[in-house]
Nanobody
Framework: QAQLVESGGGLVQAGGSLRLSCTAT????????LGWFRQAPGKERELVAA???????YYADSVKGRFTISRENAKNTVFLQMNSLKPEDTAVYYC????????????????????WGQGTQVTVSS
């Protein structure tokens, strides 16, 4: 059983940057596939970025070129670097994790993840 704790959210002006962190408990972090999701008020949760246990990444079209997902297994932490932020990026951001035997596979659906963080609010003002 893993627990995930996010940090790094906040209020930023459009065009600014934030770096989200998500730290997991447990000893099998290196075998986890990880994802960052977000949910804005009145909207469905959506996958923003994902990373396989082997470091292969995926980005939603809406954030491609602006966001970077990375992982540091030695610190049990996954990061989401967000640059050139837009008001439409405003949402609660969640990290998610699941164990996997496939080092090159990442996962798109929220129901494919076993562990979730509590969420961190990101607000981008215009």
């Amino acid at each position: 059983q893993a627990q995930l704790v996010e940090s790094g959210g906040g209020l930023v002006q459009a065009g600014g940057s934030l770096r989200l962190s998500c730290t997991a408990t447990g000893r099998t972090f290196s075998s986890y596939a990880l994802g960052w999701f977000r949910q804005a008020p009145g909207k469905e949760r959506e996958l923003v970025a994902a990373i396989s246990s082997g470091g292969i990444t995926y980005y939603a079209d809406s954030v491609k070129g602006r966001f970077t997902i990375s992982r540091e297994n030695a610190k049990n932490t996954v990061f989401l670097q967000m640059n050139s932020l837009k008001p439409e990026d405003t949402a609660v951001y969640y990290c998610a994790a699941r164990g996997t035997s496939y080092s090159s596979r990442y996962y798109f659906g929220g129901d494919e993840y076993d562990y979730w963080g509590q969420g961190t609010q990101v607000t981008v003002s215009s």
